[in-house]
C-alpha cells in the first residue's frame, strides 16, 4: 500500500478505505458461507473485525472536513460505506 | 521499528476481546445495539486521544498509536455493521438495514465531532485568578 501511495493524489484516507472494503468482503465470504465455528470466530470476530476500523473512519473523515476538503469527505465517506456494503453483499454470494 | 506493529497487535487484542465481550453481554438483541455503541464510543474516543494526548504530546507517540490504532482502532468494527446490514437486506428487514447502516454512519461521526469539541473544552486555558 505504501508503495503505491505516490502515485495516488494525496490528503485521501486510502489505506483505512481499501481495508474497510477488503474485510467486508471477507466477512461477507467467511460468514455467509460457513466455515467451521472456531475458525469463523477468529477470523470474522477476531481478525476482521479488528482489522476494519470505524474510528479511524470518523476521524479522517472530519480532519478532510476540518481541512475544507468537503467534497473528499463526501467521496469518502459515500465511497467506504458503498463499497463495503456492496463488498459484503459480492463475498456473502460469491459462490 | 518493527516493534511498532508488536505493541498496535498487543493492544488489539485488549480491544477485539473488549468488543466481543460486549456482544456476548448484549446477544440475543434483535438489533446490533452493541456494535453501534461500540463504534460511537470508539470514534469519540480516538479523536479525544488524537486531539489531547497527540496534538499536545502529552503521550509518546508508540502509545498513540499503540492505544489509538491498536485498542480504539481494533475495538470499533466496520465489517460487523456491513455483515448485519447485509443480513437485514438478506431476510427482507429492509427498514432495519437502513436503520443500522445510517444509524451508524450519523452517530458515529457525531461522535467524533463530540470528540473534537470534548477535546477543545479540555484544553482550553484556564483564566488565572490574580496577576494577568
Known amino acids: 500500500m505504501d508503495k503505491l501511495r505516490p502515485m495516488l493524489p494525496v490528503s485521501f484516507p486510502w489505506t483505512t478505505m481499501v481495508v474497510n472494503i477488503a474485510a467486508c468482503y471477507f466477512i461477507g465470504l467467511i460468514n455467509g458461507h460457513g466455515f467451521f465455528p472456531a475458525f469463523q470466530t477468529m477470523a470474522c470476530t477476531g481478525f476482521l473485525g479488528g482489522f476494519s476500523t470505524m474510528s479511524t473512519l470518523n476521524d479522517d473523515a472530519l480532519s478532510l472536513l476540518r481541512n475544507g476538503k468537503i467534497l473528499r469527505f463526501i467521496v469518502y465517506l459515500g465511497m467506504t460505506y458503498g463499497c463495503c456494503l456492496i463488498g459484503c453483499m459480492l463475498g456473502i454470494y460469491a459462490f | ?132
Not at chain 2, 434483535?30 to 479523536?47: D, E, H, K, Q, W
Not at chain 2, 436503520?99 to 458515529?108: G, K
Open chain 2, 1 to 132: 521499528m518493527n516493534s511498532k506493529y508488536l505493541y498496535i497487535g498487543f493492544a488489539a487484542l485488549f480491544g477485539t476481546s473488549l468488543r466481543t465481550g460486549i456482544g456476548l453481554i448484549a446477544a440475543g438483541a434483535s438489533f446490533p445495539y452493541s456494535t453501534l455503541v461500540i463504534n460511537i464510543v470508539a470514534s469519540f474516543a480516538l479523536v479525544v486521544l488524537y486531539e489531547v494526548f497527540r496534538k499536545h504530546e502529552l503521550l509518546p507517540p508508540m502509545v498513540i498509536t499503540a492505544v489509538g490504532t491498536g485498542l480504539i482502532g481494533s475495538f470499533s468494527t466496520m465489517s460487523s455493521v456491513a455483515y448485519d446490514t447485509a443480513s437485514f437486506i438478506q431476510t427482507g428487514e429492509y427498514l432495519l438495514a437502513i436503520a443500522n447502516y445510517s444509524l451508524n454512519m450519523i452517530l458515529c461521526l457525531l461522535g467524533a465531532a463530540a470528540g473534537l469539541l470534548a477535546a477543545r473544552l479540555i484544553m482550553r486555558p484556564k483564566k488565572r485568578k490574580g496577576l494577568a
